[in-house]
RNA sequence: GCUGGGUUCGUAUAACGGUUAGUACUCAAGAUUCUCAAUCUUGCAAUAGGAGUUCGAUUCUCCUACCCAGUACCA
């Protein structure tokens, strides 16, 4: 969910100024490599109506070979390998980087070091000096262990004692000193790949990125960015930044996690996604969810429109969308607020489109209808419904007979002195055999009020025996759908079930 | 711990330094109906605490508290 709101605020960003939307795929973990997972981003974004101008070709594929459309392929930065490389080079050259030898290992015994010693180990200004890296080891050493070993990092050389000064379209102007900072690795000697740090910044520049809208994990890293650009001489065209606040769990404390969805009942993912290990997850577009209703909810977590609409289209979203109405605190995820959502689009759908929605839930339950009965029965019934699913749970008896009957509604209703009553009901139908909703509403009230029946408990008696239990859509409605005929049979089977 | 960010009803949010602090979701009550749902009406409910600036602070400044993030050869 925080990746898609991401992704959809950096969309209508995106549309709103007439700029590209442009897909990159940030791969340069290969520990973290998993299957599928670039596949399912884009399907993701596919059903949420988010469609990038550049970086996935009309497949679905992600793009490595340039072309007019997509001129800055590879979009995939584990293709871009030789890229990184040549400016992590020009970083040492310039001396804003250095090589560093240091082993894992030994640079845990630092930190154990200097835990022991109650203090934290930072691999900065301060240290640097005594550790094993190009900065300290003779050069014919250090043109020795490039050649010898695989095993070397890259880092950046933090100046020192330098105020960095930002500047965040949402949160404003920030200050940092570099003494605080640490000299981060730009090229990881695990898996030879550069760190998110310089990949980033390379293709920001390379891909002529206007604006930065990320998540608020990244605002830490922004002053090694700035510095970066500072390193790279590309402060001129440096993209400007907007961090995001999180989105968080619905109760308690913390960042929202996939946890708390399986735990309280929501789905925290767009498509339902199994992982490795064969568990899987939630999606919205499984769970009943229309992409509409899921955009939109999205959009208004954390953002607002300064008006008090509610409900925007994807062209609503990027009319009014703009970063200054884009809240800094983060925003706790309402389930409820949720399915409010989906409730809404659901009834501005039109009958023939939720009938045609409803048809394969028909199947699903052994129904066979046609087409304009469906429809007659989503008019009435779509005002009751959250999900498409629940207008089969709502109607299910206008289907087929009800299965069983509701014991409580049993206990409270089918009573000699109801029954009886539905049973005449039954025969004055069958006699008179009214046609319409209104016709058959008129004749069983006019019939009931004549005698001075109690109106409620027969009815709900009668409903009962029409559709299961006590509750749903008026008997008018449901004689109306099911026929005279088989209300007839059905109040029949009740009264040889229960007993009459 | 350190660094940075944040703080308006339970939740999402609104409010040129001047409002009875508004709206939506949830919840409750009432109306309506043959029941349920829907609908309509009403209600409950907030500026974290403390200083300061000001005629006046939700809004500006500082302090405290609490929350979040980062502190990886992850992104």
Known sequence: MGGVRTALYNYLFAKKNGGDFIIRIEDTDSHRFVPGAEQYIIEALTWCGIIP???????????????????????????????????????????????????????????????????????????????????????????????????????????????????????????????????KVLWKRADELPTYHLANIVDDHLMEITEVIRGEEWLPSLPLHYLLYQAFGWTETQPR?????????????????????????????????????????????EDGYFPEAFVNLLALLGWNPGTEQELFTMDELIEAFSLDKVQKAGAKFNPDKAKWFNKEYLRKKDDATLAALLMPVLKKNGVEADKAFVERVVALVKERATFVEDMWTVAH????????????????FW???????????????????????????????????????????????????????????????IISFIGIPEAAARIERAAASLGA
Request: aromatic share 8%; glycine share 8%; hydrophobic share 35%.
């Open 53 to 183: 101008d550049e970086g996935v070709d009309r497949d679905g594929k992600v793009v490595s070979v340039p072309s007019e459309r997509h001129p800055h392929a590879p979009y995939r930065q584990s293709e871009r390998k030789p890229i990184y490389r040549r400016y992590a080079e020009d970083l040492i050259a310039s001396g804003n980087a250095y090589y560093a030898f240091d082993t894992p290992e030994e640079l845990d015994a630092c930190r154990k070091e200097a835990e022991a010693a109650g203090q934290t180990f930072i691999y900065n200004q301060k240290t640097r000096m005594n550790l094993r890296n190009s900065l300290t080891l003779p050069a014919e050493e250090v043109e020795r262990l490039l050649v010898e070993t695989t095993g070397w990092t890259i880092r950046f050389k933090m100046p020192e004692n330098t105020i960095v000064k930002m500047d965040d379209i949402i949160r404003g102007h920030i200050e940092v000193n570099t003494d605080t900072l640490d000299d």
């Open 241 to 285: 930044f907007a961090h995001l606040s999180l989105l968080l769990k619905p109760v308690g404390n913390g960042k929202l996690s996939k946890r708390d969805g399986d735990k309280m009942g929501f789905p925290v993912f767009p498509l339902q996604w199994t992982n490795a290990e064969g568990e899987t997850s939630h999606g919205y577009r």
């Open 397 to 412: 008896y206008v289907f087929k007979a009800p299965a069983g009957f509701a014991e409580k509604d049993v206990e409270k």
């Open 415 to 477: 009573k000699e002195e109801n029954y009886s009553k539905v049973l005449e009901l039954k025969e004055k139908l069958l006699e008179e055999n009214p046609s319409g909703k209104d016709a058959i509403g008129e004749l069983l009230e006019g019939y009931i009020r004549e005698r001075e029946w109690p109106m409620g408990k027969v009815m709900n008696c009668m409903r009962l025996a029409l559709a299961g239990s006590a509750s749903g859509l008026g008997i008018a409605d």
